[in-house]
């Protein structure tokens, strides 16, 4: 009786002495897993620059007030007042276009982020499964007959070996539990992660709220500063002389650009090269759609300045944001933005011919671009002297502007 109770504790203290060295390697092995820490930290850092993402939104909007504090600046100069104008208001539609952006790619992030927070809950609930049936099997089997079979050792080399097996049963057991923790943890920041990204998405999509109030805010003050600059019998006669100068301006500025591109087809012409002409096809209608003309093409009485003025294109009054196509194949000589015009457009149809499209609140072309007939280069705005979203639609042929309904159908 004696020596079977110095056996079991030699068995125990072997036991022990295994189970206390394996332990340490296991749990250090562990540690080290690539499916399972790995993916934590990474889970951990992708939190952090979401975190980040959600800080970081509020801070890039636009300060309304401070905006229209700087314009108070330029109230004396209404060139210099709508060019810094128009320049908020293309950082706004920047902003709302990043925004945008970002709310895309949040719903794909958040897609993502519930596809693994499934997959981690499937893996969770199968070692969970995993655990239960390893307890019951331990709990029928019972630990005496772990023991006995140490007991029935032959030789001490045969207890070692069975020790051993022993041994890698428990760290086996010991593995899963911590396995388990760890899917746990990362079960968790899954719904952590995923909850932030809701988060982002909805703070996204506040801000271009926001941002587009902002817009409307803007456009609606501009309207009404340029009408009551134009209007106020105090400016009156030097409202004038600017509207003047800037028209005479705006077509020096054109036919600069037609004097180029003259210069240019005779460079082309001298060294043998194809000249772009005009084949005398049907223009396609400049945008997509419009609620009525404006202002149509010839001699008028300006609406706010009250003076004789020849109108040298059509004013197609159309939503913000419409699209303008280009009327004809040609190569875009201009796509730019000035104080009279402000974003606008301009096409070489060849034979001298050329149109123009102005106060877009978009670009879609670059200078040098060739684009068809139909193509879309433009969207609808109020940008430059304007007050309302149209389409200004001129036609040039050999430096004389002409009527668009001569190329154009209603």
């Known amino acids: 009786m004696k020596k079977k109770n110095v056996i079991m504790c030699v068995a125990a203290v072997a036991l022990l002495c295994v189970s206390f060295f394996r332990t340490k390697q296991d749990v250090a092995a562990l540690t080290m897993s690539s499916i399972t820490s790995d993916s934590i930290r990474e889970k951990e850092e992708q939190i952090r620059q979401a975190q980040g993402e959600k800080d970081s939104l509020q801070s890039g909007l636009s300060n309304l007030q401070n905006i229209k504090k700087e314009l108070e600046t330029q109230r004396s100069s209404l060139k210099n007042y709508v060019v810094q104008l128009d320049g908020s208001l293309a950082q706004i539609e920047q902003n709302i276009r990043e925004l945008n952006t970002k709310i895309t790619e949040k719903e794909g992030e ?208 159309s939503p913000k944001g419409t699209a303008i196509y280009a009327a004809y194949d040609g190569v875009v000589v201009a796509a730019a933005y000035s104080g009279t015009m402000g974003n606008y457009v301009m096409i070489d149809h060849g034979s001298g011919l050329f149109t123009i499209y102005m106060h877009a609140s978009a670009l879609y072309v670059e200078k040098d671009n060739i684009v068809v007939r139909g193509e879309k280069i433009a969207a609808v705005g109020s940008t430059g002297r304007s007050t309302g979203p149209h389409l200004h639609f001129s036609v040039r042929l050999n430096g004389e502007y002409q009527s668009p309904w001569n190329y154009i159908t209603r």
């Open 110 to 317: 958040i897609t993502v982020a519930e596809g693994e927070l499934e997959v981690a809950l499937e893996n969770e609930e199968n070692q969970k499964e995993s655990m239960i049936s390893r307890i019951r099997l331990v709990y029928e089997s019972g630990d005496p007959q772990m023991l006995e079979m140490l007991l029935k050792s032959v030789n001490f080399g045969d207890f070692l070996n069975k020790a051993d097996y022993a041994e890698r049963i428990m760290a086996y057991d010991q593995k899963m539990m911590q396995d388990y923790t760890l899917v746990r943890e990362y079960v968790e920041l899954c719904k952590q992660e995923l909850e932030l990204e809701k988060e982002i998405l909805d703070e996204a999509k506040a801000s271009v709220e926001e941002e587009q109030r902002n817009l409307e805010a803007l456009i609606d003050q501009k309207n009404k500063d340029i009408l009551a600059y134009e209007t106020d019998i105090t400016n009156k006669e030097k409202a004038i002389k600017e509207y003047e100068e800037e028209i005479e301006a705006q077509d020096s500025e054109i036919a600069t650009l037609e004097a180029l591109i003259a210069e240019e087809k005779k460079r082309i012409l001298a060294n043998s090269g194809v000249v772009l002409t005009y084949d005398g096809g049907t223009f396609k209608f400049p945008v997509a759609s419009y609620t009525r003309v404006s202002d149509d093409y010839g001699p008028r009485i300006h609406p706010t300045l009250g003076v004789q003025q020849f109108h040298n294109g059509v004013d197609l009054a």
